[in-house]
């Protein structure tokens, strides 16, 4: 059984950062990919980055684009999003995901979840 536990959200100042990671337990990915999206009250969750645990190849939205980097480590099953020059918008519960197929930005893709971890930014 997958296990997804987020850390490190928190209340921030705009303009500022906060590291979040994911630690992966309970399955086998030396393929698929791990993603991270957001939900904001009252509004559909929606991508942020992806990261492929082959290559590292990465991708995200254009909303954290230039602000976010996603990383993983392949031997402590983390995968990480450094969050700079944040903003009050990015307000939501931050989750990570997985996919065994590959990177996507769809949130259909991932079959397994983390419960999420609040990143508020105050004006």
């Known amino acids: 059984q997958v296990q997804l536990v987020e850390s490190g959200g928190g209340l921030v100042q705009t303009g500022g950062s906060l590291r979040l990671s994911c630690a992966v337990s309970?399955?086998?990915?030396?393929?698929?990919?791990m993603g991270w999206f957001r939900q904001a009250p009252g509004k559909e969750r929606e991508f942020v980055a992806a990261?492929?645990?082959?290559?590292?190849?990465?991708y995200y939205a254009d909303s954290g684009k230039d602000r976010f980097t996603i990383s993983r480590d392949n031997g402590k099953m983390t995968v990480d999003l450094q969050m700079n020059s944040l903003k009050p918008e990015d307000t939501a519960v931050y989750y990570c995901?997985?996919?065994?197929?590959?990177?996507?930005?769809?949130?259909?893709?991932?079959?397994?979840w983390g419960q999420g971890t609040q990143v508020t930014v105050s004006s």
């Open positions: 990261i492929t645990w082959r290559g590292g190849i990465t």
């Open positions: 309970g399955g086998t990915f030396t393929t698929g990919a």
């Open positions: 995901a997985a996919d065994p197929r590959g990177a996507s930005s769809d949130a259909e893709n991932y079959d397994d």
